[in-house]
């Protein structure tokens, strides 16, 4: 287990336990990521494909933190992750963009070990200090990417998550321990940060208890104000409940929209809806897109659900995600309530 002073030497204005926000494409935005890390935690915006709308976004955050970055022993570095959804992005430009604003993370998710290796490489030589994070799926995949990447950390996600993830998973009660296990066999110390089903203090200490360092939430920040979501997203967020029943893995929720680009090996989690019931009840998926065509252009396309007509990615834990909240105090009751029940300081 990473302790403290490592987060420390890498994250100085981290508080314990170091608690995280996933970085959740278009969701999480330069509102939400600079409110979590001003709140002790750190803060990181998702992967836009749009590199002129994620420039505007980093200059944004660069000109809020300026205080921190103050205190920083290197003032030039942006005290925040950058989400990159690896698979089919432009990796001299993104290049670029690390070499500008040095994110203390480059957050590297859904590409095989060798891609994942390469940009860990380019990202070093661009932007020396940023720590390398590589979020995956499987203890296999995690062992490869500790061996040939050399990663920061490890973010070990688990099945409850929701969003893209790997198809055949296991949720972070088995995979992080396993993982702990692996990496020790081969000498080796990345540290972990558990991924998939944290909405909570209870949860947030069993994760440290499993043999983790650190913790990410994607689904509980879809409550908090500063979440860029559609106010229908929020409210269908706030109304499910049972999330095993309310959500599922598919994916259905990329191939709804034209050919699915996303990578064998991965599908995602969303709330449950019509066209997922219609393809998992055996309609092929021409079928179930001429509906939703159908459906949106028809008379009554007014009176839809939006969650039948959209993917609303969500995770097990929405259940537990009820009221609107600052992202702030998310962070701060989860690591005061964190702390109580591990009784770390
Ligand atoms: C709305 C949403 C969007 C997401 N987008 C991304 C993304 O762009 N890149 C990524 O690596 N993970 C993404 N994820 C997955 C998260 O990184 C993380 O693994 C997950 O949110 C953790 O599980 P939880 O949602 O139960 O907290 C997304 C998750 C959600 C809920």
């Not at 909570?200 to 043999?211: F, I, K, N, Q």
């Not at 979501?229 to 598919?250: E, L, M």
């Not at 997922?276 to 949106?296: C, F, H, P, Q």
């Amino acid at each position: 287990m990473a302790t403290f002073s490592s987060w420390e030497n890498r994250l100085p204005w981290i508080q314990y336990p170091l608690i995280v926000n996933a970085p959740m494409s278009g969701v999480a935005t330069s509102q939400l990521a600079t409110a979590v890390t001003r709140a002790g935690g750190l803060g990181q915006i998702g992967h836009l494909d749009d590199m002129c709308v994620l420039s505007k976004e980093l200059d944004r955050a660069r000109n809020d933190l300026q205080d921190i970055m103050a205190t920083l022993p290197d003032p030039d570095q942006l005290p925040l992750g950058l989400g990159v959804i690896v698979f089919g992005s432009p990796l001299e430009s993104w290049m670029r963009l690390f070499a500008t604003y040095k994110p203390a993370v480059a957050w590297l998710s859904f590409a095989g070990t060798m891609e994942m290796k390469t940009w860990a490489e380019s990202i070093r030589r661009a932007s020396p200090k940023t720590s390398i994070w590589v979020q995956l799926g499987s203890v296999h995949a995690a062992l490869d990417a500790a061996q040939a990447c050399r990663p920061e950390a490890l973010v070990l996600q688990g099945s409850d998550a929701g969003g893209h993830g790997h198809q055949a998973g296991a949720s972070i009660i088995s995979l992080v321990p396993e993982t702990a296990d692996a990496i020790q066999k081969q000498w080796l110390t990345t540290p972990l940060i558990a991924a998939g089903g944290i909405m909570d203090g209870r949860a947030a200490a069993a994760a440290l208890t499993l043999g983790a360092s650190g913790l990410v939430m994607g689904t509980r920040f879809l409550g908090a104000v500063e979440a860029h979501i559609p106010q229908i997203y929020r409210d269908a967020i706030f109304s499910a409940s049972d999330g095993g029943q309310s959500t599922a893995r598919s994916r259905v929720f990329d191939e709804i929209w034209g050919p699915n680009f996303w990578p064998t090996t991965y599908d995602g989690r969303c709330l449950r809806n019509r066209f997922y019931e219609m393809y998992t009840n055996g309609k092929d998926i021409k079928t179930v897109r001429a509906w939703l065509s159908a459906a949106m252009n028809g008379p009554e396309a007014g009176d839809l659900d939006v969650q039948d007509t959209g993917s609303l990615w969500a995770g097990t834990g929405v259940g537990m995600v009820n009221v609107l909240e600052n992202a702030g105090d998310i962070v701060r009751s989860i690591r005061d309530d964190t702390k109580a029940r591990t009784r770390i300081n």
